[in-house]
């Protein structure tokens, strides 16, 4: 079993924050390179962050990478998507991915490249 379950969404004002969380079982998130995905309503999923089975983390989105924050807690097999400063433009469904750990160090965020998924998360910002 490989599931990855993302929690924390909502709705908020803007200028709000919110904390998403991605639970990983099945596996050590550690092996993976781990990233935020979102996708808005007819739009393309987009890349937000990564982070590395190290710790380093790259950002892809210009838009949120002032705001957001991503980060992991190993002994809890999450990782986490801080979001503050949340502006309605942020509002879609947030995505927690898995892949393998080489792809944390490519040059792009590429949604197919990403084995596992989970469910997603809504952020609705008003």
């Known amino acids: 079993d490989v599931q990855l379950v993302e929690s924390g969404g909502g709705s908020v004002q803007a200028g709000g924050s919110l904390r998403l969380s991605c639970a990983a079982s099945?596996?050590?998130?550690?092996?993976?390179?781990m990233a935020w995905f979102r996708q808005a309503a007819g739009k393309e999923r987009e890349g937000v962050a990564r982070i590395t089975r190290i710790g380093g983390i790259t950002y892809f989105s210009d838009s949120t990478k002032d705001r957001f924050s991503i980060a992991r807690d190993d002994a809890k097999n999450t990782v986490y998507l801080q979001l503050d400063s949340l502006k309605p433009e942020d509002s879609a469904t947030y995505f927690c991915a898995a892949a393998e750990h080489w792809l944390c160090y490519a040059g792009g965020m590429h949604a197919s490249q990403y084995t596992h998924w989970g469910q997603g998360t809504q952020v609705t910002v008003s």
């Open positions: 099945g596996y050590t998130h550690s092996s993976f390179c």
